[in-house]
């Protein structure tokens, strides 16, 4: 299917564009109204998560705000861990549990291998819904998350702030914690190139906590296994840009541009100017505007938004995107003022 608007597409293959395409992480989310009507309808978040009609219509409601230049479809990082059977449910305040969490080498050898096309058939029925509803007007996006991301929720059984089950699990069980990424990175693979299949024109790996890692760990527990995710979808699809979006990792920009990545997702820690010295212009750039900023007033907004644009300066392959997602209390209309303020001053 032809898209429409392709700017995200042109800029993510470092093409000359008339201005920077600008997409925002959870932007199908709590902080719209009509985000949270649908939430409250299906009752419980993977109930909503396993609707395609749902998906579909959570996945779009930003853009029927907003003059987006794509859309992400909703869904959740911890699909995986979920179809290899922890027993994924969600806390209100706390965030996503898992009621097995690893423990052993014995846990991770009798998690069940995973056919993306039928173990995640809800998430390839809701990415089929919404690419025939979109038409082609801009680029759908899939997703999954980094394999070291998702080890340290299967391992802590939820959120953490120290990660220090994670931690040791990868220090005293090593053999065992390679075993888990490698197995979580096949199914990785497998899971984003079932979504391209299914309708997605781009993907982005998200690597949450990636900066909670030396950097020699990063190396090791992290960026090895999402270069094999990268190298794996480009195997079956050369043509389809891959982002990878990992947080607080500026020491490791420039391995990460070694990936045969199309672009890196960069926080708001790091300047883009910073970031495109230390990535060479091998790759796109995405970011990054600290979220809190959407709580400012709106001329504030702007002042950022143009900060950011002239930090990444002159040039090609630049995609605006918050340093990380939309928070929950934010308030829609500054995300209007956002996307507004990237088009006036990014005009060529």
């Not at 607080?248 to 883009?272: I, P, S, Y």
């Amino acid at each position: 299917m032809k898209i429409k608007n392709d700017l995200l597409l042109r800029t993510l293959r470092l093409e000359k564009t008339e201005r920077t395409p600008v997409w925002i992480m959870r932007q199908a989310g709590r902080y719209l109204p009509e985000y949270r009507e649908v939430r409250a309808q299906a009752g419980d978040f993977m109930t909503m998560a396993r609707n395609p009609e749902m998906v579909c219509e959570v996945t779009l409601q930003p853009l029927r705000r907003f003059p987006l230049d794509a859309v992400i479809i909703f869904s959740d990082i911890l699909t995986i861990p979920d179809a290899m059977g922890l027993g994924l449910y969600f806390v209100t305040g706390e965030g996503p549990k898992f009621k097995k969490p690893i423990i052993t080498e014995a846990d991770v050898d009798a998690l069940p291998e995973i056919d993306a096309k039928t173990d995640l058939k809800y998430v390839m029925d809701g990415l089929k819904l919404t690419s025939k509803t979109l038409e082609g007007e801009v680029p759908l996006l899939g997703f999954c998350g980094s394999p070291w991301t998702l080890l340290t929720y299967m391992v802590e059984g939820g959120s953490s702030k120290t990660f220090a089950k994670a931690k040791s699990f990868l220090l005293n069980q090593s053999k065992a914690a390679h075993k888990l990424l490698q197995k979580l990175t096949d199914a990785s693979v497998d899971y984003l190139n079932q979504q391209i299949a299914s309708g997605a024109n781009a993907v982005q790996v998200f690597d949450s906590w990636g900066g909670s890692l030396s950097p020699v760990m990063y190396e090791e527990f992290s960026l090895t296994y999402m270069k094999q995710i990268v190298d794996g979808v480009k195997a079956v699809n050369p043509e389809i840009p891959v982002i990878l979006f990992s947080k607080g990792v500026q020491h490791n920009l420039a391995k990460m541009a070694e990936t045969r990545a199309d672009c890196l997702g960069v926080d708001w820690t790091t300047d883009l100017s910073l970031a495109r010295e230390l990535t060479k212009g091998k790759v796109a750039l995405q970011g990054n505007l600290d979220p809190c900023v959407l709580y400012a007033q709106d001329e504030v907004i702007e002042k950022e938004v143009k900060r950011v644009l002239d930090s990444y300066g002159e040039g090609v392959g630049h995609v605006f995107n918050l340093g990380h997602g939309m928070h929950p209390d934010m308030k829609p209309e500054k995300l209007g003022i956002l996307i507004n303020a990237v088009k006036k001053y990014s005009q060529q």
